[in-house]
């Protein structure tokens, strides 16, 4: 059909019909065409599919691998070896990859209070760590122990919370409590607490120069394969005492004077 005869509204009506069976067509085709690309591509499926896959070649190397029941720490040592491997073999993260990522994170979390600082602090054997754990301590002891004193002398004096709260900004600065633009309406206790606040403020810098001296800890080899060694270990402990009080079930079940399970059934502990 020439361009000319489209041009005008005959052509244009003989040339609708085919328009809009291209159109519908093209309409079905896209819809066709995503449907079977999130067939083919869909990324939760895949992945369910590989975890699946991962999952029962693990299980099927796992038969393989005799379960250190016993605890002892070499037969603990080899059954890690071979699990690791086992993990990595078939595309699974091993426990040293979770082991790495939990001290990686650790390592760059801040923490959230000054309770969760001091345990972090508390748990160090560095002297820096001391020191600052130390630091610390005595701070909030002496914060504790001064605002039990201040409730003590000033519990029937304190002024109205709302009143505190108009010029708690002003008064934190320390600026309007002494000099030419100290105010006159400031609450006495007000002023002493704010005073004291100043204070505190200056002991936590030097608290907070210790924890700035503090020297990173590297995320050594050796302590990752600690970490993973007991977990491990933990493993076995915990299957061995499920292990233990099954036994001790079934003692009781074959009754007083029977010797327990036959030796050849029965588990080794030890």
Sequence with gaps: MALLALATRTGLRRSMPEVRALAQGAHLRFFAEAAAQQREEDPILTLFREN?????????????????????KTAVAQYKDRVEALRSEVGARTVEDAVREELAAAAARQPASLAELTAALSASSDPAAVAAHDA???????????????EDRRGDDLPDAAATAAVEAELASGRLLSGPDARSDVHPAESEFWTKAAEWEAGLERVGALLAALPEVPITDARVAELVTGEYQALVDQARTVVADELAKADDLTGAGTGGLPEEIKPKLA
């Design 136 to 150: 610390l301590v005595a701070w909030a002891q002496d914060v504790s122990d001064w605002l039990e004193d201040f």
């Design 52 to 72: 699946q896959r991962q999952f029962r070649e693990f299980l099927k190397g796992l038969q393989g691998i005799p379960f250190p029941l016993s605890g002892e």
